[in-house]
């Protein structure tokens, strides 16, 4: 059962620069109760994905066509009062940076508590003994006290924990986890890994993981759906896209080392496309080694060519022996 489908979603941001197409008719399922990777270059589309689901697109960006669907609900079609109550309740987010999206000025506690207040009948006592027992469920160390502290007398990895106490304070059934472990050390992302991947089995709830790191959608998802230029390039499960891969997702596997084999890292050549005037046909071809004339002569639509593996190429045949 699906928990969220997106269809033909188009996000634009209307600049003076012209229109940068973001999402350009990306489609989708998010299967309840599991965790899905959402994996693509910076510029992809991956962030402006979950914003736009959230309904929180910053200006000047605006969804422009498309359906969004949660659990039965269209979220396009809600009012913002009514979308409020989605936010947090039912679909939450784990910001990129969590210093910059902490207030310096407030604890903690004071920000959690204030979540909950406005959002339930809770007494302001009882709120913050849920803020207590929350953090204690993302492993956060002596949470009475660390309610009184402000957040820049936490480490980056502590903020990341309060981060994602903050996203779990109203139980949602869906939870984004966008890039959660960037500049964070090896150790302290390996911990912030193996806590969200413990806590949705603990808590059962839906996980769209936003990485660009192939290593870390190996570790965390079943599924994965590979973003480019705001276009879905591909969709399948884990072992089938590494077996045969589009051609971006293989040069973003090059890119990842691999402690099983000795050989050259490879970068992909090129820069990601201008979004305002992208590439004609195939948004990946001046970057892709395998593109031909014919790639630059129309989008290629997304199409499953086997049981749940979708590809957007029209050469992916060709290079897998399926023709």
């Known amino acids: 059962m699906n928990i969220l489908e997106i269809e033909n979603l188009k996000t634009h941001f209307f600049t003076e620069a012209g229109v940068v197409k973001a999402l350009e008719g990306i489609t989708f399922e998010v299967e309840k109760g599991r965790t899905l990777g959402l994996v693509g270059e910076s510029g992809s589309g991956k962030t402006v994905t979950a914003q736009s689901v959230l309904r929180i697109v910053p200006r000047p960006g605006k969804i422009v066509e498309g359906r969004i669907s949660f659990d039965g609900e269209d979220l396009l079609a809600l009012s913002e009062d009514d979308m409020r109550k989605f936010r947090g309740k039912k679909i939450s987010l784990i910001f990129q940076d969590p210093t910059s999206s902490l207030n310096p000025l407030f604890t903690i506690g004071t920000q959690l508590r204030d979540i909950v207040t406005t959002h339930s009948e809770m007494p302001k006592s009882e709120a913050m003994e849920h803020v207590i027992k929350t953090l204690k469920i993302t492993r956060m160390p002596d949470p009475e006290e660390a309610i009184t502290r402000y957040p820049h007398q936490f480490s980056g990895g502590m903020k990341q924990r309060i981060c994602i106490a903050r996203a779990l304070l109203l139980n949602p059934q869906l939870l984004f ?147």
């Open 177 to 323: 986890a966008d890039e959660p472990t960037t500049n964070l050390d090896v150790t302290i992302q390996a911990q912030i890994i193996k806590l969200l991947n413990d806590l949705q089995k603990e808590v059962g709830m839906t996980l769209v993981m936003i990485t660009h790191d192939m290593g870390i959608i190996t570790e965390m998802c079943k599924k994965v759906v590979v973003l480019y230029g705001g276009h879905v390039m591909e969709i399948g499960d884990i072992d089938t896209v590494f077996e045969k891969p589009h051609p971006y997702t293989e040069a973003l596997l090059k890119a990842v080392p691999r402690l099983d084999q000795t050989r050259k890292l490879l970068s992909i050549p090129g820069n990601i496309p201008n979004l305002i005037t992208p590439p004609p046909g195939c948004v990946f071809h001046p970057r892709c080694q395998y593109a031909i004339e014919k790639c630059k002569e129309a989008v290629p639509p997304l199409l499953e060519v086997a049981n749940g593996h979708h590809i957007a190429c029209i050469r992916w045949s060709y290079l897998h022996g399926a023709e």
